[in-house]
């Protein structure tokens, strides 16, 4: 059975940090391309940060120099080090994993989803 359970999130003032933590498992964790996702109230779900299998990253132009992605292949746990947070950054962020692309077609599973509030 795959499980990917993210943990980290919660209440936090702007200009704050929170780290994301995302552990997977029924999967070959090192063969799978890392995503996160976040969808905010009203909106769709948009992509944030990836990280491929080889660790390329690639980062959402709206969050790109505050966020970081991340993955430590022996615990089977990805990252997502969220720093300089603005209101504009709640959301539920999921994880989510494929073994091809990294589009959300390409996407074979997701985690539950965790609440990030970001107060002003």
């Known amino acids: 059975q795959v499980q990917l359970v993210e943990s980290g999130g919660g209440l936090v003032q702007a200009g704050g940090s929170l780290r994301l933590s995302c552990a997977a498992s029924?999967?070959?964790?090192?063969?799978?391309?890392m995503v996160w996702y976040r969808q905010a109230p009203g909106k769709q779900r948009e992509l944030v940060a990836t990280?491929?299998?080889?660790?390329?990253?690639n980062y959402a132009d709206s969050v790109k120099g505050r966020f970081t992605i991340s993955r430590d292949n022996d615990k089977n746990t990805v990252y997502l080090q969220m720093n300089s947070l603005k209101p504009e950054d709640t959301a539920i962020y999921y994880c989510?994993?494929?073994?091809?692309?990294?589009?959300?077609?390409?996407?074979?599973?997701w985690g539950q989803g965790i609440h990030v509030t970001v107060s002003s």
């Open positions: 990280i491929t299998r080889g660790g390329s990253t």
């Open positions: 989510a994993s494929g073994t091809t692309a990294l589009d959300r077609e390409s996407i074979e599973y």
């Open positions: 029924g999967i070959i964790f090192s063969i799978n391309n």
